[in-house]
């Protein structure tokens, strides 16, 4: 690869309103060692400021960015982005618009 061309993943994100849902896709740089939350933070600060998610702390304390990526449930400022991803709330349902949830009492007694 020449040192000009940059890697990418390409990312299909569950956007839902309260009418309907769907996927987007979005290409973004592969950078060693960013979390899934860095690759949505990327789409909303370069490519889509419309995207909804949630976050906090972004160590895995608060849990706030519980999603579910590739079929696990996982937090997304402590999971790994390595490859391409779907990224999906965290339980069916439980989405307000896109990835923003209603988080479970537990999690939401945390923040």
């Known amino acids: 690869m020449a040192k000009d061309e940059t890697q990418s993943i390409s990312v299909k994100v569950m956007r839902k309103t309260p009418k309907e849902k769907e996927f987007s896709t979005y290409e973004v740089p592969k950078v060693e060692g960013q979390s899934v939350l860095g690759v949505l933070k990327y789409i909303y600060d370069n490519i889509d400021p419309g995207l909804g998610f949630n976050y906090s702390c972004r160590i895995g304390l608060c849990s706030s960015c519980i999603s579910r990526v590739n079929g696990k449930v996982v937090l997304a400022c ?30 939401k007694s945390l923040i």
Do not use: F, H, Q
């Not at 339980?91 to 209603?102: F, M, N, P, Q, S």
């Open 78 to 107: 402590t999971t790994l982005a390595n490859d391409d991803l779907v990224i999906e709330p965290y339980k069916e349902g439980a989405a307000v618009r896109d990835l923003i949830t209603e988080l479970p009492p537990v999690i």
